[in-house]
């Protein structure tokens, strides 16, 4: 089946860093991806699609220069989270959806960003 | 925009069938998904309904849609200890985005 890898699984970095996380189709292409949000014993919150080759869509209320995404091939989209401070802190999950599909969802495994 | 509403808690006894409901409230949904999330982990696609389907059965999972009444549920037969787990709705009404219910906390007790 379809599989969706997340690096780094945890992360803990300083206030005022930035952090990059990547989420990788590893057995299909994926011309679009998704990037969401999860607070302890909350649902997702998609954050922004990534498409390949363009601009990512942020969801209303998402800042665009804080959270950057770059959908540079097929297979990868990268988050970097920039200037991180501790309310950033919080699960992030990508899933990517293959081409010319318009039902199924793979979810990534999902990155720990602790913001000390 | 669209709302999904779910309860929060389910709690069960191994071997009973669980029954875990969603409600949302855009009519136009097309595909509506059921995603079950284990601790520390991503959400993994359980099954999922076509909008012009009532019901849709794949093994112990069966999902009934009542359109008029914007309704989902997922039942699970023969509940086991492995089942226990937050389990979310999901609706789409573009392709590829999805809208999540805050989730259900299913408990299974021996």
């Known amino acids: 089946g379809a599989v969706v890898s997340q690096h780094p699984s945890r992360v803990i970095c300083k206030s005022g860093t930035s952090v990059k996380i990547e989420c990788r189709s590893l057995d299909f292409q994926a011309t679009t991806m998704f990037w969401y949000r999860q607070f302890p014993k909350q649902s997702l919150m998609l954050m922004a699609t990534?498409?390949?080759?363009?601009?990512?869509?942020?969801e209303q209320g998402v800042e665009k220069d804080k959270f950057l995404i770059n959908h540079a091939s097929l297979t990868l989209s990268t988050l970097t989270v920039t200037s991180a401070h501790p309310e950033d802190s919080s699960f992030y999950i990508c899933?990517?959806?293959?081409?010319?599909?318009?039902?199924?969802?793979?979810f990534g495994p999902g990155t720990r960003l602790t913001v000390t | 925009g669209e709302d999904v509403e779910q309860s929060l808690f389910l709690s069960v006894r191994e071997g009973d069938s669980s029954v875990i409901n969603c409600t949302y409230t855009d009519s136009s949904s097309t595909y509506l998904y059921w995603y079950k999330q284990e601790p520390g982990a991503g959400l993994q696609l359980l099954t999922y309904i076509f909008s012009n389907m009532d019901m849709k059965q794949d093994q112990r999972l069966t999902v009934l849609l009542n359109k008029k009444d914007k309704h989902l549920s997922l039942r699970i037969a023969d509940t086991q200890t492995g089942d226990s787990a937050i389990y979310f709705c999901?609706?789409?009404?573009?392709?590829?985005?999805?809208?999540f219910g805050d989730g259900t906390t299913l408990t299974v007790k021996p």
């Open positions: 899933s990517a959806r293959t081409i010319g599909g318009a039902v199924e969802q793979y």
């Open positions: 990534s498409n390949e080759g363009s601009k990512a869509t942020y």
């Open positions: 999901a609706v789409n009404t573009n392709a590829g985005k999805s809208t």
